[in-house]
């Protein structure tokens, strides 16, 4: 029987009478009813939220011929095979034992658990061609054929990546980073770049360009993820290392029932987000940190037009129990959210990094768009953020430069304790289309440098909220 997440267990004049867990410890708190009822839906998300379940078959890759430490032998062909096996006998574990192996990319089929023992390290190619034949993906919220993720799945159900091993991209300044076309990655001028492919891939797209029209690859330096599950059910992601990751490091795009938990994630190039889920349902984010060069976990639902014509958001997504370290945002939603985000919950998380710019951020524009409503935060510790704590900008880049006016709506904050901050908010709405509904509960901002910037917003609510007041407190009202 699954444990639940928390539960009713009395009522009283106050409220509802909480048994919460919180860094695997349990705890006790008396809440409204007004909120109890707002994370009763996370509790029916949890409910459906299961871990696939393998066959207790194991296919040991040394058997297929990987061989171990070897830098010149590509073990991916023993992987495969390996892989292969493990599906068509009906699934099970694929073993990576204790040591260093080198592969290009594996491509994950139904019914397999990809499992990495401690000690056990996979240290991917960093030539491109490694990774053609291209691949139906998304790059930047937009659909194309183009160089395979480094872990790939398509179509399939029932697969996992668990163990207590280190999946090493190898990407560097050398390597993949480059691409990007910025010097403080190891670009210099003469040297190619991601620009001119990127850009017409975004005119194809808007210009409703058919996808199997807009094949990418060699010579178009559109860097891959490292994990990319794409339409699969029920993904398991547990208790990995994930570093020096080419671009994204994790990407479930129209997922269902996915759990990333204990994931210790630590990349730090350009667009190295941590976990992005994209236009997934039921999503749980749980016991993992983050170390990154981009946003910690960002939410995604597919860019502009392209994402307006697959229209489907990202919903039913749960983070909890997690550390935010570095990263231009601890948990971010946009830019690339077009089929708009609902129904997320995060819940008793630290951020604290001079490095981590943001704690909680919105970011989109009138054409990126997207609905965005039903946002839950409770009990976040933030230490220092180098910017504000919370963030909410529908003047993200392009502006107010389209016809697809973002809504953002519907979110509530409790017990959020900051440190250290220039700002406290920073929320920008258009005057055309405000954001409405932020409410904010019993929180604390300490440190903040510069006054709230307020433009544009419709029912703001501050209840118990403190302000410079000198005093250290925890998300429990406990003095430090």
């Given at each position: 029987?699954?444990?639940?997440?928390?539960?009713?267990?009395?009522?009283?004049?106050?409220?509802?009478?909480?048994?919460?867990?919180?860094?695997?410890?349990?705890?006790e708190?008396?809440?409204?009813?007004?909120?109890?009822?707002?994370?009763?839906?996370?509790?029916?998300?949890?409910?459906?939220?299961?871990?696939?379940e393998?066959?207790?078959?194991?296919?040991?890759?040394?058997?297929?011929?990987?061989?171990?430490?070897?830098?010149?032998?590509?073990?991916?062909?023993?992987?495969?095979?390996?892989?292969?096996a493990?599906?068509?006998?009906?699934?099970?574990?694929?073993?990576?034992?204790a040591?260093?192996?080198?592969?290009?990319p594996?491509?994950?089929?139904?019914?397999?658990?990809?499992?990495?023992?401690?000690?056990?390290?996979?240290?991917?190619?960093?030539?491109?061609?490694?990774?053609?034949?291209?691949?139906?993906?998304?790059w930047?919220?937009?659909?194309?054929?183009?160089?395979?993720?480094l872990?790939?799945?398509?179509?399939?159900?029932?697969?996992?990546?668990?163990?207590?091993?280190?999946?090493?991209?190898?990407?560097?300044?050398?390597?993949?980073?480059?691409?990007?076309?910025?010097?403080?990655?190891?670009?210099?001028?003469?040297?190619?770049?991601?620009?001119?492919?990127?850009?017409?891939?975004?005119?194809?797209?808007?210009?409703?360009?058919?996808?199997?029209?807009?094949?990418?690859?060699?010579g178009?330096?559109?860097?891959?993820?490292l994990?990319?599950?794409?339409?699969?059910?029920?993904?398991?992601?547990?208790?990995?290392?994930?570093?020096?990751?080419?671009?994204?490091?994790?990407?479930?795009?129209?997922?269902?029932?996915?759990?990333?938990?204990?994931?210790?994630?630590?990349?730090?190039?350009?667009?190295?987000?941590?976990?992005?889920?994209?236009?997934?349902?039921?999503?749980?984010?749980?016991?993992?940190?983050?170390?990154?060069?981009?946003?910690?976990?960002?939410?995604?639902?597919?860019?502009?037009?392209?994402?307006?014509?697959?229209?489907?958001?990202?919903?039913?997504?749960?983070?909890?129990?997690?550390?935010?370290?570095e990263?231009?945002?601890?948990v971010?939603?946009?830019?690339?959210?077009?089929?708009?985000?609902?129904?997320?919950?995060?819940?008793?998380?630290?951020?604290?990094?001079?490095?981590?710019?943001?704690?909680?951020?919105?970011?989109?524009?009138?054409?990126?768009?997207?609905?965005?409503?039903?946002?839950?935060?409770?009990?976040?510790?933030?230490?220092?953020?180098?910017?504000?704590?919370?963030?909410?900008?529908?003047?993200?880049?392009?502006?107010?430069?389209?016809?697809?006016?973002?809504?953002?709506?519907?979110?509530?904050?409790?017990?959020?304790?900051?440190?250290?901050?220039?700002?406290?908010?920073?929320?920008?709405?258009?005057?055309?289309t405000?954001?409405?509904?932020?409410?904010?509960?019993?929180?604390?901002?300490?440190?903040?440098?510069?006054?709230?910037?307020?433009?544009?917003?419709?029912?703001?609510?501050?209840?118990?909220?403190?302000?410079?007041?000198?005093?250290?407190?925890?998300?429990?009202?406990?003095?430090?």
């Open positions: 029987m699954k444990t639940p997440w928390f539960g009713i267990t009395a009522l009283s004049l106050a409220g509802f009478a909480l048994s919460v867990q919180v860094q695997g410890e349990t705890k708190r008396v809440v409204s009813q007004e909120e109890a009822y707002e994370w009763l839906v996370a509790d029916e998300i949890m409910e459906r939220i299961a871990a696939p393998f066959r207790d078959a194991v296919y040991d890759i040394r058997e297929y011929g990987a061989k171990e430490g070897e830098e010149n032998v590509d073990a991916g062909d023993a992987i495969a095979e390996a892989i292969e493990c599906h068509s006998a009906g699934g099970g574990k694929v073993l990576v034992p040591g260093t192996y080198y592969t290009g594996i491509h994950l089929l139904s019914n397999v658990n990809l499992h990495l023992e401690e000690g056990a390290t996979l240290k991917f190619s960093t030539d491109p061609k490694d990774y053609l034949p291209a691949v139906f993906t998304r930047e919220g937009v659909e194309l054929y183009n160089y395979s993720a872990i790939y799945a398509y179509d399939q159900q029932n697969i996992g990546i668990t163990g207590k091993g280190v999946l090493d991209g190898q990407a560097g300044d050398d390597a993949w980073w480059s691409w990007k076309g910025r010097s403080e990655w190891g670009w210099e001028e003469g040297m190619p770049h991601q620009g001119p492919a990127r850009a017409r891939l975004m005119e194809q797209a808007e210009a409703g360009v058919p996808v199997e029209e807009r094949v990418y690859g060699e178009d330096y559109l860097r891959p993820n994990i990319q599950p794409y339409k699969c059910e029920n993904v398991l992601i547990e208790g990995v290392t994930v570093k020096n990751s080419p671009m994204w490091n994790l990407n479930p795009v129209l997922c269902r029932n996915v759990i990333v938990r204990g994931v210790n994630i630590s990349s730090h190039g350009p667009n190295n987000d941590g976990c992005n889920p994209e236009s997934s349902k039921d999503v749980l984010i749980e016991d993992c940190m983050f170390d990154t060069g981009d946003d910690c976990i960002a939410i995604k639902s597919g860019r502009n037009n392209d994402g307006r014509r697959v229209n489907v958001p990202s919903e039913n997504i749960i983070v909890r129990n997690s550390n935010m370290a990263g231009h945002g601890g971010v939603i946009g830019s690339e959210i077009s089929g708009g985000v609902r129904n997320v919950f995060v819940e008793n998380c630290e951020m604290n990094s001079p490095h981590l710019e943001r704690a909680l951020r919105i970011k989109t524009n009138s054409i990126r768009g997207g609905l965005i409503e039903n946002i839950f935060v409770r009990d976040v510790q933030v230490g220092s953020v180098a910017d504000s704590v919370i963030k909410v900008n529908f003047l993200y880049e392009e502006g107010d430069a389209g016809d697809f006016a973002p809504v953002v709506r519907n979110i509530v904050v409790r017990r959020l304790v900051s440190a250290k901050s220039k700002y406290a908010l920073f929320v920008k709405g258009y005057e055309h405000p954001i409405t509904g932020l409410h904010l509960i019993d929180c604390q901002f300490e440190g903040v440098e510069k006054p709230s910037v307020l433009l544009n917003i419709q029912e703001l609510q501050l209840d118990g909220v403190l302000m410079n007041t000198g005093a250290k407190t925890d998300s429990w009202g406990n003095p430090l």
